[in-house]
């Protein structure tokens, strides 16, 4: 089963514009990824956030983590058309091996 | 360095047929996963090996799906026979070692067609 549900399901914003897309997951984590997918480059990591971080930052890349909530947030900040992918969290659930647990995804458009 | 290889890139067949899918990690990856992504969905774990043995393969439907990892390098895995829902690309990623904050590298995926 998913863990994770993404919000929006669907973005669309124009080249320069900031797109937040959020994440809510069910269990205590060790920690959340984030993934972008696309036909291009196939899925790929973007950033790693702990359960004991509240922020991090990577290039335009800004996650936020609140345990209290489960619930995580990516911004993308200055968007451009390249940015144009699906956008996954996935979750370490704290018990067991290291197992990713992916959400439903959220489509981001950016238009030129 | 390669990336994590997968073949065929596409299938498709009747139900009821047998299919399998072969995965080669980045070399020196010692842990290999298997995914199964359903269109619209994320994907979902299917199987974990750490070198040639299974970690996790909870969410592997095994009346229907086996899985190996030769020699703990490259992986196949199958379905036989095959139904119409599980249609869906899937996808073979490894990472290093398998620690909490590794990073797993994603293939290409196979995309079945399951008619």
């Known amino acids: 089963s998913q863990q994770g549900e993404e919000d929006p399901q669907a973005l669309s914003i124009q080249e320069g514009e900031n797109a937040t897309m959020n994440c809510s997951y069910k269990?205590?984590?060790?920690?959340l990824q984030w993934y972008r997918q696309n036909s291009g480059r196939g899925l790929v990591h973007l950033i790693l956030i702990r359960s004991n971080e509240r922020e991090k930052h990577s290039g335009r890349l800004r996650v936020t983590l609140d345990t209290s909530k489960k619930s995580s947030s990516l911004l993308i900040t200055a968007s451009r058309a390249a940015d144009t992918a699906s956008y996954f969290c996935a979750t370490d659930p704290e018990t067991g091996f290291q197992k990713l647990v992916f959400g439903t995804g959220t489509r981001l458009l950016v238009s030129p | 360095e390669a990336g994590v290889a997968q073949s065929p890139r596409y299938k498709i067949i009747e139900k009821r047929q047998s299919v399998a899918f072969w995965c080669n990690p980045i070399s020196g990856h010692a842990t290999l996963y298997w995914y199964q992504q359903i269109l619209g969905q994320g994907p979902k774990l299917l199987i974990q090996?750490?070198?040639?043995?299974?970690?996790?393969d909870s969410q592997l439907p095994k009346d229907r799906f086996s899985a190996e990892r030769l020699k703990g390098v490259d992986s196949t895995l199958k379905i036989q026979p095959a139904k119409l829902e599980d249609s869906a690309v899937y996808l073979c990623?490894?990472?290093?070692?398998?620690?909490?904050?590794?990073?797993?590298?994603f293939g290409p995926g196979t995309r079945l067609t399951v008619l």
């Open positions: 990623a490894s990472s290093l070692e398998g620690g909490r904050t590794d990073t797993q590298y």
């Open positions: 269990t205590s984590i060790n920690n």
């Open positions: 090996f750490q070198n040639n043995g299974v970690v996790d």
